[in-house]
């Protein structure tokens, strides 16, 4: 992780073919074009590739996540739950679809615990999201359980786990839409792009529509298509579609690389009896981006984590203080700055996110050190970090 570590001349290639032809555009233009379609190609190859029955590209996770929410009739007045331990933009899409982020401890999976669920439902819960974080598996299944039971919808986030599985089947397939990002640091990249999947053609129907203004994409002619709901603009173009093409077929050689230089660090610090690991629930399942392990205690963690960057380990960390993925840093949630006015009954029926408690969830942080796995490292560079965290985890 990232796919740019590799890119080539198959991403011009594709580019090329969008330049030659002059069309950006992800619709029409059928003569000019050439049969050159990058967006559409791309979302039959990834629905193949994870076994959903239908795929519709756009243009970030985050809008993937305002899609899913959307297309699943989230909105005004609904409560959704969430993990503290993700990237923000998970919970500003709940938030902009004008519902409200409610949230649950984590466990050691770094992900949503299932047994937290039932603890924060209330009669207005609509929907709980989960987020598959740094590449590998919540548990997914329980979590999906948990959604049946009480008849709440279940959105997967699985922006960071492309290629993971849970027993073979693919994370972002269980719930009733899944969402992916490529933007320029996950394991393959359009430079800015995402993906909403799911097995409901009509929820296909309408997340296709909702991301282009309502188009009920019906015909030739873009002038003469009906609009049966209204929308926005999450349209991917051409030219990211083209590079993230070119990127989905590397997946497996990425997948491969990350999981070979993952096991040989891992296999290096299994020898300290402080480190512990993350819970990974199918180890071959696991796309392998990132080795998350845990200290004994906060302080241990926090001198460790300073001690590799000064070793020159980089693209280690600390998510405890990390300003964007952890509730902890998230002063702008909050105190629910945006740039706009939110609305009024919103800003009533959040609860004080100043004052929200989660225990476990700190205790697991705060011990936690994640180190980004890299697919273009050589076989010297991955020897010489091993050597390097050695040292450090032995001083």
Same mark, same amino acid.
């Given at each position: ?144 359980? &948990?959604? #049946?039971? /009480?008849? $709440?919808?279940? =959105?997967? !986030? %699985?922006?960071?786990?492309? @290629?993971?599985?849970?027993? +073979? ?27 909403? &999947?799911? #097995?409901? /053609?009509? $929820?296909?129907? =309408?997340? !296709? %529509?909702?991301?282009?203004? @309502?188009?009920?994409?019906? +015909? ?176």
């Amino acid at each position: 992780m990232p796919g740019f570590e590799l890119f080539g001349d198959e991403e011009r290639k594709e580019v090329q073919d969008v330049l030659d032809t002059g069309v950006l555009f992800r619709y029409g233009f059928d003569q000019a074009r050439k049969n050159h379609w990058k967006a559409r190609t791309f979302e039959a190859e990834l629905a193949q590739r994870i076994g959903a029955g239908c795929c519709h590209l756009c243009s970030s996770g985050t809008a993937a996540l305002s899609i899913a929410l959307a297309s699943c009739g989230v909105g005004a007045g609904d409560e959704v739950i969430v993990p503290p331990f993700t990237f923000i933009a998970t919970i500003e899409a709940v938030l902009n679809a004008g519902a409200v982020p409610v949230f649950a401890e984590i466990d050691e999976t770094l992900c949503l615990d299932p047994e937290a669920i039932s603890d924060v439902v209330t009669p207005r819960t609509k929907a709980v999201l989960p987020v598959h974080m740094c590449g590998a598996m919540a548990r997914i299944d329980k979590i999906n359980s &948990v959604c #049946n039971k /009480k008849g $709440l919808i279940m =959105i997967e !986030d %699985a922006c960071q786990a492309l @290629g993971s599985t849970l027993d +073979g089947k693919a994370l972002g397939t269980f719930g009733q839409m899944g969402c992916f990002s490529f933007d320029p640091v996950k394991t393959i990249t359009c430079g800015e792009g995402g993906a909403v &999947v799911t #097995n409901d /053609k009509n $929820l296909y129907q =309408i997340a !296709d %529509a909702y991301s282009d203004h @309502g188009h009920d994409h019906t +015909g030739n002619d873009r002038g003469l298509e009906g609009h049966p709901i209204l929308g926005t603009n999450f349209r991917i173009c051409e030219l990211n579609a083209a590079v993230g093409l070119a990127q989905l077929r590397k997946l497996d050689l990425i997948l491969r690389k990350q999981r070979t230089h993952k096991k040989a660090i891992k296999d290096a610090l299994a020898q300290f009896s402080e480190i512990t690991f993350r819970k990974i629930l199918d180890e071959k399942g696991d796309s392998a981006t990132f080795l998350s392990f845990f200290l004994p205690e906060e302080s241990r963690a926090r001198k460790i984590a300073g001690d590799l960057g000064q070793a020159g380990v980089d693209a280690c960390f600390y998510w405890y203080d990390n300003n964007w993925h952890y509730i902890r840093q998230w002063d702008h949630l909050k105190k629910l700055k945006s740039a706009a006015k939110l609305p009024l009954k919103l800003l009533e029926d959040c609860p004080d996110y100043e004052k929200i408690e989660l225990p476990r969830s700190d205790s697991i942080m705060s011990r936690t050190i994640s180190m980004l796995i890299k697919p273009s490292w050589t076989e010297e560079e991955l020897m010489q970090r091993i050597e390097r965290i050695i040292d450090v985890v032995k001083g």
